[in-house]
């Protein structure tokens, strides 16, 4: 394939991907946690400060709360002022076409030039493994950056250290916006340990004078560590900040959450990781050629925590499509060396009519999709079907006495629509630890001692989906019925 040719198909190919991505990320992205993101940002508007202590559950109330997520916190909270959760939705997609553009780039800085349509299988793969992350939370921001500091090394590994010099502001945006900021210093970490290592098997193989050029880039790179290490402290929690990702792997009850459990392969929307594993495996063992020690602690490291935690996934996915890539792309050149030559052929001729109108094709049904998930009454009847609106009206309204029991899905919703009702938990696991976690799970479901913890908080109202063991109880016990649809109940006594 002529260069000019080729150059033509991979711009064609990247933005017909990039659309794909974009039409599959116009959907419905508020998850239970952008609730409480959501008020947290109205707090620090009106008040013009951060929430240091719990303002929203009584099991927490002026309890230390130090989250790192601020900035993004008041962004979401601005955009839902102007366009409520359309905006969300559009934000979110937008995001995760720059994510998934900063791959595209990360590709380019590969060893070897991989042909477009590989490229964009594996982008395509790797965006729907990922989908499974996308949702209006601050913790996209780590999605996006992760994938920005990923491209910064690559391309300045092969192109100048110079380039590093944009990673420590990146981290100051990181440390304050998501707890997950501690990945940036584990990126840079793996291009560091395999620098040192090249560097000492280059010295002590060749001499001195040949590790030179080695022996800068680690120089570069423990620079920038250092750099990073102090970037992280430029928050307004300081030094606190370190432990906050460790202070949230140490709660044992998260276990018991979704997200923070194991990959279930039967559900669907872990099918596309299956097979972008698969086809990793497969290339990785097809191709001749091995892993850069780069990709091989990149995609050992992060296929581990994929499959301890769900929320793991994307991360992984981003690490591995690069991988999946330089040795898809290997094989294919080393299955076209079997096959018999073929004559030369004249180039294809060009359409740039043709291309232009698969852009546009492609970019109408992207840009339509996205343009409906903006739309109020498309985003409200989703937020009925998956939230207890009803019950959140009801309580603003009749204002039963007493406090709420909520479902741990629904709190951060309660937050939002039913502020006079302080919450027993929300997704502020972090806040929350293994104490309430555990009371809450105990209530839930139906432990030894659950009446106790109702009754240690003077709990009057218990709201859960309809027809759980708890209600039954409840209802066996005496309480009534105060509010009933089809998502939710509330019970009162």
Not at 190 to 200: E, F, H, N, S
């Amino acid at each position: 394939m002529k260069d000019e040719q080729r150059h033509t198909l991979e711009r064609l190919l990247a933005v017909l991907t990039l659309l794909l991505v974009l039409a599959m990320a116009g959907r419905y992205t508020v998850s239970p946690d952008t609730w409480w993101h959501l008020r947290a940002g109205q707090w620090i508007w009106q008040h013009h400060a951060l929430p240091n202590v719990d303002h929203f559950s009584y099991t927490r109330l002026g309890e230390a709360w130090h989250y790192p997520g601020w900035p993004v916190e008041v962004l979401m909270y601005g955009l839902y002022r102007v366009g409520g959760a359309g905006a969300l939705n559009v934000a979110v997609a937008l995001t995760v076409v720059l994510a998934w553009g900063l791959v595209w780039l990360t590709l380019r800085e590969l060893d070897v030039a991989v042909h477009p349509l590989i490229k964009a299988a594996a982008v395509a793969l790797g965006a729907a493994t990922s989908a499974i992350y996308w949702s209006a939370r601050p913790h996209l921001l780590s999605f996006l950056l992760s994938a920005w500091f990923l491209w910064l090394l690559a391309r300045a590994k092969r192109r100048g250290a110079r380039l590093l010099v944009w990673l420590p502001p990146l981290m100051v945006l990181w440390a304050n916006g998501h707890g997950a900021f501690i990945m940036g210093l584990v990126w840079w970490g793996v291009y560091w340990a395999a620098a040192l290592v090249r560097w000492a098997l280059q010295r002590w193989r060749e001499g001195p004078q040949a590790a030179v050029a080695a022996w800068r880039w680690l120089l570069a790179l423990t620079a920038v560590g250092a750099a990073l290490v102090v970037a992280v402290l430029l928050n307004p929690y300081g030094l606190e900040m370190y432990g906050y990702p460790f202070k949230t792997l140490g709660i044992h009850a998260l276990r018991k959450i979704s997200e923070w459990q194991a990959p279930d392969f039967h559900k669907t929307s872990l099918l596309p990781m299956l097979l972008l594993l698969v086809a990793l495996l497969w290339a990785l063992g097809a191709s001749a050629r091995r892993m850069t020690l780069e990709h091989a602690m990149l995609v050992g490291g992060m296929l581990f925590m994929a499959l301890t935690a769900v929320r793991n996934v994307a991360l992984f996915a981003v690490v591995a499509v690069p991988v999946l890539a330089r040795h898809a792309e290997f094989l294919r050149r080393e299955v076209a060396a079997w096959l018999p030559a073929r004559e030369e052929r004249p180039p294809a001729p060009v359409h740039p009519r043709l291309n232009l109108a698969l852009v546009g094709l492609a970019a109408l049904v992207a840009f339509g999709k996205v343009g409906v998930m903006a739309l109020p009454q498309v985003n409200a009847s989703a937020t009925a079907k998956n939230f207890p609106v009803g019950a959140a009206k009801f309580l603003e309204a009749e204002r039963p006495e007493g406090r709420l029991f909520d479902d741990y899905g629904w709190g951060a919703y309660l937050l939002w629509a039913a502020p006079d009702y302080p919450v027993f938990i929300d997704g502020r696991a972090d806040l929350y630890g293994d104490e309430i976690i555990g009371q809450w799970l105990r209530v839930a479901e139906v432990k030894p001692g659950w009446e106790a913890v109702l009754d240690y908080w003077d709990v009057r109202l218990v709201l859960m989906p309809p027809d759980t063991p708890l209600g039954r109880l409840l209802l066996s016990r005496g309480w009534q019925v105060l509010y009933r649809d089809h998502i939710s109940v509330l019970y009162g006594r």
